[in-house]
């Protein structure tokens, strides 16, 4: 999971992927970097952290150049490397390239293999370093090999690249993950969501679409759709929880999505309660919408401090659930002696929501109730969510009863699967469930269990 | 402003002073620091920045013993210094002393001239230096030479101080600032706000009331009322703007007092809009107090990037307002064509109001009406609120069409000093509303435009 | 034991400060300050840690003024701390000091204690914040008032302080510790030693001498001789070890003086060797002069790695005396089978010279004659060598023969008491040579063993 | 250049890696590296800065596994990049590399054209990368395929690798840089110098010869000599300037090597002066050499401030050649009215040298003459020694007399390359003498003028 960002045409270039970046920090906590270019020479900066610490003014006026790609990457338990840092940049006699990817490669370990066979030597676990193999193969860098390179993926790919004076942006046929095309004075951007654009003021033109090849460079933009056609199958979960609510998704607002399956929640469940709540920020827009179709009182029971980092010292003793309680404290005259609905947006592990709840209860919350505004998350997901293996999804080896029982609430009401497609003002045909329907779009290869070149080496 | 705890009788003094900070730093975030004490002899560390820049692990084990205080500090603008930072700490003949202090001592610069007269030297601009004086001028460290000491203070101080075997928390008799009481175990906690406790677990036993001093060691817990009597008068912007809204403070519920103004405000004008949207998060409560009250329905209609710190790289072109964009993006679906009703918990300058306004009119909201949770903010405040000198505050030269028309609302709607007063539960001569009516409870000094230490020298 | 360094009359006063500092770097690794003034305004900064881990060029250009004093301070064990860092400042009605001290006061318990019971508090246990009370007591800023509080102080002094818009350089009766006037262009220049001249190419006047007050302003330059006249007593210990051999201090170049001491050993005893080599690089000059006097060949049988700084990871087993050996190296061809003279400046507790000797053997050397450039040392310092505690000094305990075969050596040289006072090319009275022979020059107070402040509190 | 290290079968292989390369610290200050395995595994660590700034007790600790290999990298003008840092890792299907590489290959570039040619893409300018990529083209990782890949290879390396359960330590058929072999109990080492094995104290066996390969593994040690036979041309470098002076290089100590320079200088040149002195340190011991052989006194007349870091402010304005004067401060009294003789290792450029004299001639030097222990630097290295180009190779363009003049000395002597040669204990066919002579033992590429990898991209 991750966010990716790219400029053309601006000599502001990686000051403004800097603050695309800014807004789309949500998608990556982990690492962040930024690669400009001229044309001719690319310079880039990566590290580790959130992009406050990992760039500086002087550093962002070093890149040079009028175009830039950056990206900012998620962390995923285990495989936290200063080697997995994006962009990938590759130095070739045929050219000069920088690649910033947001998904995963279902072929990834079978490309690699192919490609060591034939010689190749990998330093990352990144899918990114595989197409950058795969986009210097070819004999020249021009469109045709960036075609037949990006024709070998399968899986989510969501790529902006810079090779030599071109900017590339891709999508996969499925669409999985989102990506979108904008304008400011003159100047191309590209960003994985809309929020982006908002904070430099850029203009969105539209989504680059599923099986889309954008090449931008002086003289023109210029569209291919050169792969064989799928069905669309976007990521749901984008607008369940992972993209911003002020961001535009697959042609869907975020916050009016999530305020609808709010709504549908209290269309599909009658709930006596008195208030309804938030888990925040998350759940915010669902809760929101079962207030308005429940005419239920919406609260902020729990209130968030904003000041929690990842650094947090945890005491070893004496304090229970302490990062949890850190994170959110529970506003008591609000609750007490109240039958309370919390809003959430998802349960995956349910530690988290049980120590929640336990907190709420604590306070003086006389019955908990919990509605949860997807249904039950029953697989794992192989193009870029990073969700726990299945054994450690509650929902895939539980009843709704035994989670409800295992979270400690009064009842547990999961959002149906046609009520979460019927939320979003898009035909639902065009999305991915995989995870709460096993319904895969991508055929997944033998080695799935083990797909992800992270666990492989 | 500040944050202030303390804890007495715990082998993990240091670490819950740390956790409790971290409950309050809200209230400061230039600087923190944590004394501890064995009774025998002070161990400290401070520094700038948030708690977690400050403090690591390894720091927090090293201060040991069972008693401790911390302070969170606030930044205001031009004196921060290392200097500055709080507790204060004395090693003295007569005994070793550390002293985390939040408020305003009116007769700082007159104690200061006095005690210098004397022979006294000044290493900070701290009024806890002062105290710190006073306390060691007396010939023993016994309780009478503190009530001596703190007898001589005007203006506004909430205490905690170590005092050899001692922790010793006071009020002063108007009880500005607020202070509260609780236990954990066995212990006893003393804290700005009750939110300190609930992180902790500790359980709220009480205010410490307005001119107590209370002397706590391992014998006993007693309390004394030694200052002459005065009328309560504590601070009401405590309630409005600066105490999170999960803590108790004098006696009241911070978020339910902020939910009345806002429906106070609803009963007080009655504005034609489609929307009621607050200002995040500050105006939260009041927008859903209004929301209810009103029948309006409430949106979130701008998001908050939770990842603005304090070291971001400014563009020093191309992008207006930045600052106040990166902080809050509008939701252009939600704002498109609305009137929409904006809840501000107060206004200051008006400017940060203003962009934000103008960037909800750019994102296509078709009127833009404010309501503000409390009255025109006229006159500064000489007991810890920092706000800028009656120059820079812009009711206190405007009328509130003028500042209507500065901001480019459609209608400006400010709640009256008495409907403010009524909202909170508890008598309305209790408080302090200088900044709204000039009434100031603690007589001023003559030299009272340059009153702070800070800018004295 | 500590450098300091003051400038007047230069609007680069605080750059130079950073410069000459750097020459007197030697003199304290443990923490560094500068603080510069305009005549009315005091601004500084410190820090712990090498003068270049404190300072930036930012830091520097921010020190505006054209006065400075700056002081690099000592690591002394155990009272590392933040708060003892130099120069002191205060901020007084009366007006700004800055004090920059090297020595060590004998009465500063009492003075303090004395100070404590008419009000004083304090925060830091350095010397200099007794001397800035002392200061500060006095009614007016005059000269009378600097000399009343100077003239109280018992011990080591050699003081460059700002007082408003006088820089002031005093040293004590005995001349314990060096003190240097120098010019540059139409500046002044005060030094611990005359090596800080030189690297910004200031002119050497003279010493500041015993018992001299001086006044510089932008009017004139004023020596006062207030004090009670008293014998000199000047450290001779700067010229064995602790002084630069570039530096002229007291007087005589320290070079010189050095291998005069080498020279002299050779004198007093004659050992049967094949080379003579010394412990790099405080030995270098006497084993010089040793080779010199004696004809024996002048060896580098030690080569000294530069790279070993303070936070050097050392292995917990596996590699015995690793810091001595990671330190210097033996040259296995020189040593081998050879009678070797190593020239020691002085032995003090002895661990670390037998860890080497160790070392030379295992290298190959046949014998291992040590000759040491000065007497045993069986006396602590009160006057600010940080010499250990008597119980910690070898020769204070054993006799000659019983360090030999501590330090496993085939025999072992101490130059004469009498042999190392006429090394030096001035009159022999005219030091202090306590901790050779237990005759103190200043009185001690009856709480000797306990004077130091750092160590009462 | 470089220093390489490697350790098999120990526990503790990283943390005496660590040791080792400390040893090695002089031999590169840019970037630092450790990378250890168990066999079937590698982690690795690796940052910009001296190891002291790279490496923490914890980061050693978590580097598991009984081999290692670390490197510490020179600092070579503007190529030093983050991505440049060795070990250089790769993670293969065939099994897990990793390489530290000292020296320079002449056919880097073929080498990497016709690699990208086949596909390879590379995201370092080092060489190291290059031999990785042969390393893996062939089908297995056994023996042949380490001899085929090696063979492919022109120009100067050392390498100590680890592959899979292996650690090969390999040399050029020239033998041009160090590489030797140690024993610690029961586990092998291989350093750049001998000084590392002196510092863990493990026992010097022998060199690695020219052209030959060491495999070690857990059954055996293996030596193949595979390549096709040349002659040895050592650099005669490492014994004038590179190497510690403790080191055994190529078989002759270098601290009696840099003597016997010296000795040889006072044998081809009889110049009258009073003393001679070093350029501290690197001329200390041709100066004693020379001092001793003609019976001039050998004096320290320059001391070394040991604070000079790379991060030193220097002043804009007022202090001329303040970068020369910091670091060697001339001993006024010891050059005063003197004829001096100086010895340099070496003149590169002459900028830094001309200061100096300057210098010595203003502390009152009445004449200043040089001995150098080499002969005129005339051409540039491309084996790994990083001298400017031969533009600015003083010694390129004018004559002794006009470097003389240039210099500001009274007498300049050069030794003779013949004096040089004979000098070092060792035939004088096996030294490469390049840079003297231009009499390049490897055939130089055609693009020879830019045949450093890091000068093409």
């Keep these: 999971m991750c966010g990716i960002f790219g400029m053309f045409g601006n000599k502001n270039a990686s000051k403004l992927s800097y603050l695309g970046l800014y807004a789309l920090q949500h998608r990556g906590e982990e690492s962040a970097g930024i690669a400009s270019s001229n044309g001719s020479k690319i310079t880039y900066h990566k590290g580790m952290g959130l992009l406050n610490d990992v760039f500086s003014e002087k550093i962002i006026n070093s890149l040079k150049g009028n175009m830039a790609v950056g990206h900012v990457r998620y962390s995923t338990t285990g495989s936290s490397h200063h080697k997995n840092m994006q962009p990938f940049i590759v130095y070739h006699k045929k050219g000069h390239i920088a690649i910033a990817h947001n998904g995963n490669l279902t072929n ?11 010689g190749a030597i990998f330093q990352t676990t990144m899918d990114s370093e595989v197409i950058a193999h795969l986009l210097t193969r070819s004999a020249e860098p021009r469109r045709e090999n960036v075609i037949d390179a990006l024709s070998k993926l399968k899986g989510a790919f969501s790529l902006v690249m810079i090779f030599n004076d071109t900017m590339i942006g891709a999508r996969d046929t499925y ?6 095309l904008g304008k400011l004075d003159g100047s191309y951007v590209i960003a994985s969501e809309s929020c982006a654009f908002d904070l430099i003021q850029a203009e969105f033109i539209r989504d680059i679409e ?9 003289n023109k933009i210029e569209s291919v759709k050169p792969f064989e056609k799928t069905r669309q199958a976007s990521c749901i979960f984008e607008h369940i929880y992972f993209s911003r609510p002020d961001s535009l998704v697959f042609g869907a607002n975020v916050y009016l999505t999530r305020k609808e399956l709010g709504r549908q929640l209290a269309r599909e469940y009658n709930v006596k309660c008195d208030l309804v709540m938030p888990i925040p920020d998350s759940g915010n827009c669902a809760a929101l919408g079962y207030s308005e179709e429940s005419n239920i009182p919406y609260e902020g029971g729990m209130i968030r401090n904003h000041y929690v980092g990842r650094t947090f010292i945890q005491p070893e003793q004496g304090v229970r659930d302490f990062r949890v309680r850190v994170k959110l404290n529970p506003v008591r005259p609000v609750l007490k002696g109240k039958r309370v609905m919390v809003i959430e947006d998802s349960i995956v592990r349910g530690t988290t929501c049980r120590a929640r709840v336990k907190t709420l209860r604590e306070s003086g919350a006389k019955e908990v109730h919990m509605g949860v505004s997807c249904p039950p998350i029953i697989s794992p997901c192989f193009y870029g969510i990073d969700f726990p293996t299945k054994k450690e999804l509650i929902a895939a080896k539980r009843t709704v009863e035994e989670i409800r029982q295992y979270i400690g609430l009064d009842s547990l009401h999961y959002l149906s699967l046609d009520g979460m497609l019927k939320s979003i003002c898009l035909p639902k ?12 779009p991508v055929k997944l290869p033998k080695r799935a269990s083990k797909y992800i070149l992270e666990k492989n080496r």
């Design 175 to 180: 669409g999985l993950r989102p990506l979108c």
């Design 210 to 218: 599923p099986g889309e090849i954008l090449f931008i460079n002086k």
């Design 108 to 118: 990834a370990f079978e490309l690699r293999d192919i490609l060591e066979e034939r």
């Design 429 to 440: 045909d065009n999305f991915c469930t995989a995870c709460f329907s096993k319904n895969y």
